[in-house]
């Protein structure tokens, strides 16, 4: 139902335009088939009645985006990433990272929250650049950021973290002559098919990679088997090799 619900909004105004493209065909039938003549008398209305549809499904598609769409960074926000998460919960195998920027807070208190804010924003574009179409990216909160990746397994879900990982370890960020250089920490957590526990219980195992992760910094935490025998797999990802724990 919500499926759908985001498909009508989605193409609101393809829907509208379909509906008056349909009225102005009905009423040109009936105009022939009663022999009125009276084309030049309703097809104004008709044609205004068009445009007044087409304005109203823009500005609905626009309202929609707007409510599950972080301001700052264009990302998903919360609200529809649990959505998503949700919708995706028995489409398993789904895999999810949480990403947090370290040591944020240095950036804020030395170079102002304009810059970075803008550092947010290039982030943003990279998670962009970097994930697939189906991908759901969202701004987690402050300097957190989530990517929900359905049909993926943990060993892809960290080719993907890791990619991101090396391009940010080597991106220069820059806003008005000030550049500055940033690291992140992610976790990853990925349920197989018939394991799903839960979203709640899904995001804390992946906040709790994350935790680990932002420990050593510029690491990638993965853990797997998260609601079986409990394995995990620590990936110490700046000298590339692996520990089991």
């Given at each position: 139902?919500d499926?759908?619900?985001?498909?009508?909004?989605?193409?609101?105004?393809?829907?509208?335009?379909?509906?008056?493209?349909?009225?102005l065909?009905?009423?040109?039938l009936?105009d022939?088939?009663?022999n009125?003549n009276?084309?030049l008398?309703?097809?104004p209305f008709v044609?205004?009645?068009?445009?007044?549809s087409?304005?109203?499904?823009?500005?609905i598609?626009?309202?929609?985006?707007?409510?599950h769409?972080?301001v700052?960074?264009?990302?998903?926000?919360?609200?529809y990433f649990?959505k998503?998460?949700?919708e995706?919960?028995?489409?398993?195998?789904?895999?999810l990272?949480?990403?947090?920027?370290?040591?944020?807070?240095?950036?804020?208190?030395?170079?102002?929250?304009?810059?970075?804010?803008q550092?947010?924003?290039?982030?943003?574009?990279?998670?962009q650049?970097?994930?697939?179409?189906?991908?759901?990216?969202?701004?987690?909160?402050?300097?957190?950021f989530?990517?929900i990746?359905?049909q993926?397994?943990?060993?892809?879900?960290?080719?993907?973290?890791?990619?991101?990982r090396?391009?940010?370890?080597?991106?220069?960020?820059?806003?008005?002559?000030i550049?500055c250089?940033?690291?992140v920490?992610?976790?990853?957590?990925?349920?197989?098919?018939?394991?799903?526990a839960g979203?709640?219980?899904?995001?804390?195992?992946?906040?709790?990679?994350?935790?680990?992760?932002?420990?050593?910094?510029?690491?990638?935490?993965?853990?797997?088997?998260?609601?079986?025998g409990?394995s995990r797999i620590?990936?110490?990802v700046?000298?590339?090799?692996?520990?089991?724990?």
């Open positions: 139902m499926s759908t619900k985001e498909k009508m909004y989605k193409y609101a105004p393809v829907i509208l335009l379909s509906g008056g493209l349909i009225l065909l009905i009423t040109f009936i022939r088939h009663y009125n009276q084309g008398v309703w097809m044609i205004i009645q068009i445009v007044i087409i304005i109203c499904g823009i500005l598609k626009k309202l929609y985006r707007q409510v769409t972080d700052l960074t264009g990302l998903c926000n919360r609200k649990y998503k998460l949700s995706l919960q028995n489409k398993a195998p789904v895999s990272i949480l990403i947090d920027l370290d040591n944020f807070k240095n950036i804020n208190d030395t170079y102002g929250h304009i810059t970075g804010d550092v947010l924003q290039q982030f943003a574009e990279i998670l650049s970097n994930t697939r179409r189906n991908d759901v990216i969202a701004r987690w909160g402050g300097e957190e989530a990517v990746l359905p993926t397994d943990t060993n892809e879900a960290f080719k993907i973290a890791d990619r991101i090396m391009i940010v370890d080597n991106y220069i960020f820059s806003y008005d002559n550049t250089k940033i690291t920490s992610i976790g990853i957590a990925a349920t197989k098919e018939g394991a799903f979203t709640e219980q899904f995001i804390r195992i992946a906040d709790e990679a994350l935790y680990r992760a932002k420990d050593k910094k510029n690491y990638i935490i993965t853990v797997t088997d998260s609601y079986g409990s620590t990936h110490k700046n000298h590339f090799n692996q520990i089991k724990v």
